[in-house]
């Protein structure tokens, strides 16, 4: 059974295998400057083999939405809220396989599923969703409800429903329907009721015996085509996706790698991209950010969307439209601005739409000699590593070491005092330097400041919302500092030294593989393996999606291992 | 703190870059231009406790109606009842009436649309002596009743309009606090009249030399910042339209910026402050502040008919709740305009005027070159 | 684990917080209308506690800036001088500051716009608007009530913000005395001697719940132990939903606190200031007495909207925001500032008597939110920056109370979403272009 405990130390082996556990010493400069990545020799095939737990993730709410979307059009309106996601070693997406539902959030789900089934039956749409009329309006129909049910059931289960499944819907539809006197109103909470269903809410898998490894385990059909859809489109599979899994190709080789060309050519794609980087940059945290507005004035509700789209679109726009190289979105000057961040980077937008309508996005290119360029210097990623009042480099050294290069940082000793720190205006200590300069005189704090300052210090040029300066308190800000060995003077450097450090790559693949698969990847070899591969592709990360989706390991499971799944370590299939 | 800042090099290397996607072109280089965009306008004023002489200020309207009521011949009695009845809602007779309270042969017409109908009030006027201003007509201290500048100590200052607005009780404060009347119309129009925007080019403008000033209206409405303060650093367009453009060559000299040619100032505005604002012989004097923002005074004579007329067309609700009496705005500029007089009855047709201005850091954008049809390839 | 349906809900909080992953995600907000933990007395047939109730406030010409923030966030904080007459009721108060109305380049219709935002999100495009905040919790809560929702307005008019989709309005009631025919005339049933007939949905739904929950159940067999105890949260989940629904189908418990209030003599109802305070005391009585009947569940008010003025005075409050200079050696305009105190005092009288009415451990007002919104932060400028907003009241457990949250620059439509959403209503954004939210001030969420 998994536990917390026994998931931070699996993370502790991933942090090894990817960057290293930083240790704060107080003289590690040398330690943490050249903290290898946990080598292996060239592996054996069989030692890459990499099982993992069965897991039972819950959807986000954007996968609930895509999957919505996908199947009954854009125009179903949702309603409702969802259950806060949970950050598990870094990433919702390992969250996900943690958290449960409560009594609000159940109530929540209701509420929607009933909002969206009466919009499926509504009179404006019951014709073009549905495939059958009942024969009397205000009565049960068995084969109008079996027909729907079963048609809709195969969506959202992502697999046929058995003939015990379908029994039950067809039953709850018609129940509804005698005591509603309406066919639809019963219909309607039978399908709002399959909404609400566990077997929707949550990603099961189901296992097979594994004919390529013996007495392994393996995915079947139906549960790899969930897998891959949600990992490359971020929404459940769609009918040939189904189709695949139903005729047998998913499980050869060839039909999978069919499938993923097929899916990584997608404009879907892009979803899934987005969804993974929205994780791995921690954006939702976006929706407890606060700014003092008396310092940052320009830093509106608006700003902040803007400024999580701006790097989303830079790295989709490099990744996917250009396929790029991972590395370089620490270093692109080529980005998208809006109107509302145009002020704060203080560059002119000009957009030609009448007052009030939203801002539109416009490409842009940094200049070469801008000290801006990178995601490093976006406002997404300096306002959101900044408390309300001051920008801290101790903030985004952190988020740079464990965010972007699987460092772990410990946390401070308590009892610390921040006093000098947070005092912004110290006469004595003008600058973020000399202020963290004086505050490290403890030996204890110097040796993880040592770690996570060089860094920050080098995006001082960004204030508490991103807007570039050159002065704090009258004094020049010096920007200069080291990662890993690698000495720079500017944000722009940091940048680079952040392109070239092989951990940047490699925490990559650690964190993307730890997503698509809902659990942090322990096998450093498999990793290795991973790392070379993405290598070999110039960084270009939907090769590696392709290498990660079309791995043996993607699919491969150990059985359940309780005393309840005993009898049938693989849950006995039904007739489908 | 940082000094005024120099938009040269952001707007040069952004435009070098962006032209082609951002479809605009920006201000052609002068040495250094800097771009603002207008975040408060209103009339320079400096309200005392004793500048409209004994009795204070201006009456509210509501006991102005009394007064017109009985000036219409209403008893107290009358004037009571139909008082009582427009405030519990039951009547609007009383508001019938002021709305006619004009006579023309006799038969009840608007006083809004014809002031010169309706009984002359004699609002007070101020009888302070200082104003913010500019020596319009050249003869300084000769100038009979000229005001005295507050800021420069100039005499022989002409701004007959704060004379004649002066003691409307809404139209009374200083510039930082703000006067009811401007205060209301400028939160009502910011967020959705076309800005201001003002150029100016110069050498070097951390030092003294000659500069040009351009006025032009915006495309865009003023941005504002989350707290509702103007929003610095924001993009706008600038209109085409010619009936919106001005530029003035001048001089920044010892921290202040005038201008030399004194030429007429013509811009399009929302209807509520007036259809189009127009001065002539204008006079402009600004200032930088550290934080990178601008003051500026801008003066010059006029068309006090235009003015009235804004007021006027806003009848009785710009009455009741703005102004107080809105024909006495009519007797009163008309008594104390100063220029062009009619060649006929001497009457001035134009009242010595000045604003007050600020101003924050802002891009401006020549909007696209309209294509027409016909130009090659546009069919 | 839990059994709802024979351990009763003696707290939800515990419900929530007891699972295998404890607090990690015990960050959900009991949203159920009839599972209360609040002060209201759990009645002994079904364990429930007294529904939620929502209320809206709406007073016009909001306060004088510097006067009403106070000066520390979050709890503990001291009320300005303006909102100093609220003390008594602090701990059951919150004060918003900061948030904005969005023009989005549409004119500013002065006194018009403001309301449009507070009340629906967003500014209406033509005679097709609608539905306001107060109907769509009242399609929620006030389903089963006589009254959806009771509209008053203090200082005469029948004006009200109250809006269905497609600009029909629920108009003011400006009489006290037409009002108490209205609630408590020969068409009054005794809430406790009623007739009941559970609604036929409610029936269906519990009945599609019951055939599907074996092919739910099915699922605890294909997962592991820890999977399981995932499963078996969302079960226990499931339960209290069914419990819900049991909950609806029956008689509901008798209101403890329900009393017919004698009879209203009929008054003035114009703007005059004395007429006006006179009845919004009875107002306040007689919605305190309809709340606590069951009457209704949603109760608007509005304050001045016809133009009050003093005695004496020949200016009407909005009048004098126009055209009072502002006192330079007190900062502010000295009448309009005595409207202000008095409608203030106006709102504290509404609280108190909505307080007086208690229910075994609680209050009406215990179990209410009361959203009070203005149409500008300032009325002499006609600003929409920096808006105050009151909450009043603890709906019952769902609101926190007694703080100060300060929301610089966000759209007024936060506090709107928050109140809706707390009331159950299924949404996950509201309003429209720059006032479209889907933030939830979850501060106030207890």
Same mark, same amino acid.
Not at chain 1, 47 to 54: H, I, K, N, W
Not at chain 1, 402 to 422: G, R, S, T, Y
Not at chain 2, 281 to 307: C, E, N, V
């Given at each position: ?53 069965? @897991? ?6 954007? *996968? ?110 018609? &129940? ?29 898998? @189901? ?31 769609? *009918? ?124 842009? *290119? ?77 030996? &204890? ?40 060995? &690698? ?82 370590? &693989? ?6 | ?12 290397? %952004? ?55 009985? !000036?219409?011949?209403?008893?107290? %009695? ?41 009984? !002359? ?142 030429? !007429? ?30 003051? %500026? ?83 | ?10 707290s939800r909080r515990n419900i929530l917080r007891g699972t295998a992953y404890g607090a990690a995600f015990s960050v959900g907000v009991p949203f159920l209308d009839c599972f209360l933990d609040g002060h209201g007395t759990a009645l002994a047939a079904t364990g429930a506690a007294l529904p939620v109730c929502f209320g809206t406030w709406y007073q ?8 009403? $923030? ?16 609220f003390d008594p009721f602090r701990d059951k108060m919150n004060v918003i500051s900061g948030t904005k109305y969005f023009l989005d380049g549409r004119p500013l219709e002065t006194h018009t716009t403001g309301w449009q935002i507070a009340s629906m999100g967003a500014i209406p495009v033509g005679v097709n608007t609608g539905p306001s905040l107060d ?5 929620? $809560? ?5 009254? /959806? ?32 025919? /209205?609630? +408590? ?10 007739? +009941? ?7 269906? /739904? ?9 092919? /739910?159940?099915?699922?605890? #067999? ?58 919004? #005391? ?56 005595? +409207? ?6 106006? +709102? ?16 009406v007002l215990d179990r209410m939110a009361i959203l009070w919104q203005t149409d500008h932060s300032y009325a002499r400028t006609h600003t929409m920056d920096a808006l105050p907003i009151m909450t009043a009241g603890k709906a019952g457990g769902r609101l926190k109370t007694g703080m100060h949250i300060s929301l610089p620059g966000d759209p007024a ?34």
């Open positions: 059974m998994r536990s917390f405990l026994s998931r931070t130390a699996a993370m502790a082996l991933v942090f090894a295998a990817a960057g290293g556990l930083l240790a704060c010493s107080a003289d590690t400069s040398k330690q943490t400057a050249s903290a290898p990545a946990a080598k292996t020799t060239a592996v054996a095939k069989d030692a890459v083999y990499a099982p993992r737990q069965l @897991t039972m993730r819950r959807l986000s709410g954007e *996968q609930y939405q895509n999957v919505i979307h996908d199947v009954f059009g854009p125009t179903i309106e949702l309603g409702g809220r969802f259950e806060p996601d949970l950050r598990v070693n870094g990433l919702l997406a390992v969250g996900s396989g943690d958290v449960s539902i409560t009594a609000a959030g159940i109530e929540q789900y209701d509420l929607m599923a009933r909002r969206i089934a009466s919009q499926i039956v509504d009179e404006k749409r019951r014709d073009m969703m549905l495939r059958c009329k009942p024969a009397n309006v205000a009565a049960a129909d068995d084969a109008c409800a079996a027909q729907v049910m079963a048609r809709v059931g195969r969506i959202l289960y992502r697999r046929p429903l058995t003939q015990t499944e379908l029994q039950a819907y067809v039953t709850a539809a018609n &129940v509804g329907a005698v005591k509603t006197k309406s066919f639809y109103s019963g219909l309607s909470l039978s399908l709002a009721a399959m909404l609400s269903s566990p077997k929707f809410l949550f990603r099961t898998e @189901t296992a097979e015996p594994d004919p390529d490894h013996a007495g392994g385990w393996r995915l079947d059909a139906y549960s790899k085509a969930q897998q891959l859809s949600f990992f490359l489109w971020n929404s459940g599979p769609d *009918q040939l996706l189904l189709d695949a899994a139903e005729s047998g190709k998913l499980n050869t080789k060839k039909g999978v790698a069919e499938q993923v060309e097929r899916m990584i050519a997608s404009p879907r794609l892009e979803e899934g991209v987005r969804a993974f980087f929205i994780d791995d940059f921690g954006f939702d945290q976006f929706e407890t950010l606060t700014k003092d507005t008396t310092l940052f004035p320009k830093f509106s509700a608006q700003a902040a969307a803007d400024a999580q789209e701006q790097t989303l679109r830079t790295v989709v726009d490099l990744l996917i439209k250009n396929k790029g190289d991972y590395r370089d979105i620490f270093t692109t000057k080529k980005t998208f601005i809006t109107q509302e961040l145009g002020a704060i980077y203080k560059i002119p937008v000009v957009d030609t739409l009448p007052n009030g309508a939203p801002d539109t996005w416009q490409a842009y *290119q940094f200049p070469a000699d801008d000290p801006r360029g990178g995601i490093l210097t976006q406002v997404a990623f300096t306002a959101l590593h900044s408390p309300p009042g001051r920008g801290s480099p101790t903030l985004r050294g952190k988020a740079l070491r464990e965010v972007l290069l699987c460092q772990k940082v410990p946390a401070p000793p308590a009892n610390v005092k921040f006093d000098i720190v947070q005092d912004t205006n110290n006469p004595l200590y003008k600058t973020a330097r000399d202020r963290l300069n004086a505050h490290a005189t403890n030996p &204890v704090c110097a040796g993880c400041h040592k770690i996570i300052d060089p860094i920050g210090l080098a995006l001082e040029n960004f204030d508490g919302a991103g807007a570039y300066r050159t002065t704090e308190q009258g004094a020049r800000i010096d920007t200069s500092g080291s990662l890993d060995g &690698v000495n720079f003077t500017t944000a722009a450097e940091l940048g680079k030294a952040v392109h070239d450090n092989p951990n940047t790559p490699s925490c990559l693949v650690s964190r993307l593989s730890a997503y698509a698969l809902g659990r942090p990847v322990q096998e450093a070899a498999w990793l290795e393996d991973l790392n070379k591969r993405f290598a070999a592709y110039g960084y270009q990360v939907p090769a590696l999606m392709r290498e990660i989706a079309e791995s043996d390991n993607f699919f491969a499971v150990k059985p359940v291992e309780t005393k309840a799944a005993d009898a049938a370590a &693989v849950p006995a299939k039904e007739a489908r | 703190m940082p000094g005024p800042r120099t938009y040269l090099s952001p707007v040069l290397g %952004a435009c070098a870059l962006t032209l082609a996607c951002l479809g605009g072109s920006f201000s052609p280089a002068a040495a250094e231009t800097r771009s603002y965009v207008v975040s408060w306008f209103s009339m320079a004023t400096n309200s005392n406790d004793t500048d409209c002489g004994p009795g204070g200020p201006n009456p509210g309207v509501q006991i102005q109606y009394r007064k017109n009521l009985a !000036d219409l011949g209403y008893t107290p %009695a009358q004037i009571e009842e139909l008082v009582k009845k427009s405030q519990t809602g039951e009547g609007g007779e009383m508001f019938d009436i002021l709305r006619n309270r004009g006579r023309m042969n006799g038969k009840p017409v608007s006083p809004y649309i014809y002031p010169a109908t309706a009984i !002359d009030s004699k609002w007070k006027a101020i009888v302070g002596k200082e104003a913010y201003g500019f020596n319009l007509d050249g003869k300084g201290e000769a100038t009979k009743n000229g005001f005295v500048d507050p800021e420069t100590h100039e005499k022989g200052v002409n701004n007959e309009l704060y004379r004649a607005f002066g003691c409307y009780i809404s139209m009374r404060g200083s510039l930082e606090g703000r006067p009811t009347y401007w205060a209301w119309a400028w939160g009502q129009l910011k967020d959705s009249q076309p800005a201001w925007l003002i150029t100016i080019d110069g050498a070097d403008l951390t030092k003294d030399g000659p500069v040009t000033v351009t006025f032009d209206r915006a495309l865009e409405h003023l941005k504002s910042n989350v707290d509702g303060s103007p929003r610095a650093d924001a993009t706008y367009r600038y209109d085409s339209d010619p009936r919106s453009h001005n530029s003035f060559k001048g001089e920044f000299k010892g921290g202040v910026l005038t201008i030399s040619e004194h030429g !007429d100032f013509h811009m399009l505005q929302n209807p509520l402050v007036v259809p189009e604002f127009k001065l002539a012989k204008t006079h402009l004097r600004m200032k930088f502040k550290p934080d990178g923002s601008l003051t %500026a005074f801008i003066g010059g004579y006029q068309p006090w008919a235009d003015l009235y007329f804004s007021f006027g067309s806003g009848g009785i609700g710009i009455e009741q709740c703005i102004t107080g009496d809105v024909p006495g705005l009519y007797w009163l500029m008309r008594k104390h305009a100063d220029a062009d007089p009619d060649p006929k009855t001497g009457q001035n047709a134009s009242i010595s005027a000045t604003y007050y201005i600020e101003a924050v850091p802002a891009f401006a954008a020549q909007p696209p070159t309209p294509k027409v049809a016909g130009d090659a390839g546009e069919r | 684990m839990y059994d709802l349906v024979t351990k009763k809900l003696a016009g010409l909001g306060f004088n800036p510097g006067r009403w $923030i106070p000066s520390t966030v979050g709890a503990g904080f001291k009320n300005n001088v303006e909102l100093k007459v109907s769509q919790i009242a399609d929620v $809560i006030g389903t089963r009530t006589r009254f /959806r929702s009771i509209e008053v307005s203090i200082g005469g008019g029948r004006q009200s913000f109250s809006k269905r989709a497609g600009s029909a309005t629920n108009p003011s009631e400006p009489s006290p005395a037409s009002l108490y025919t /209205r609630i +408590f005339g020969p068409e009054f049933k005794d809430p406790n001697a009623a007739a +009941f007939t559970p609604d036929a949905m409610t029936v269906a /739904r519990d009945s599609v719940l019951s055939a599907v929950k074996d092919e /739910r159940r099915e699922l605890m #067999k294909a997962v592991g132990a820890a999977d399981k105890a995932r499963l078996e949260e969302y079960f226990s989940s499931v339960r209290q939903l069914e419990n819900q629904l049991s909950l609806e189908m029956q008689k509901p418990d008798p209101l403890p606190a329900c009393t017919v209030p004698g009879t209203v003599e009929a008054t003035k109802d114009g703007p005059d200031v004395p007429d006006a305070e006179k009845n919004a #005391k009875i107002f306040g009585r007689l919605m305190a007495h309809a709340l606590a009947c069951g009457q209704t569940r949603v109760v608007n008010v509005m304050l001045g909207s016809n133009g009050l003025h003093s005695v004496g005075s020949q200016q009407t409050w909005h009048s004098l925001t126009h055209e009072e200079p502002v006192d330079d050696k007190l900062g502010y305009q000295p009448e309009v500032t005595w +409207f202000i105190n008095w409608a203030n005092a106006r +709102f504290v009288e509404f609280l108190k008597e909505l307080d007086s009415v208690k229910e075994g451990q609680g209050t439509t936060r506090l709107g979403l928050t109140m809706q959403q707390m009331m159950g209503v299924p949404l996950k954004t509201w309003g429209a272009l720059s006032n479209e939210t889907s933030k939830t001030v979850t501060e106030l969420l207890a």
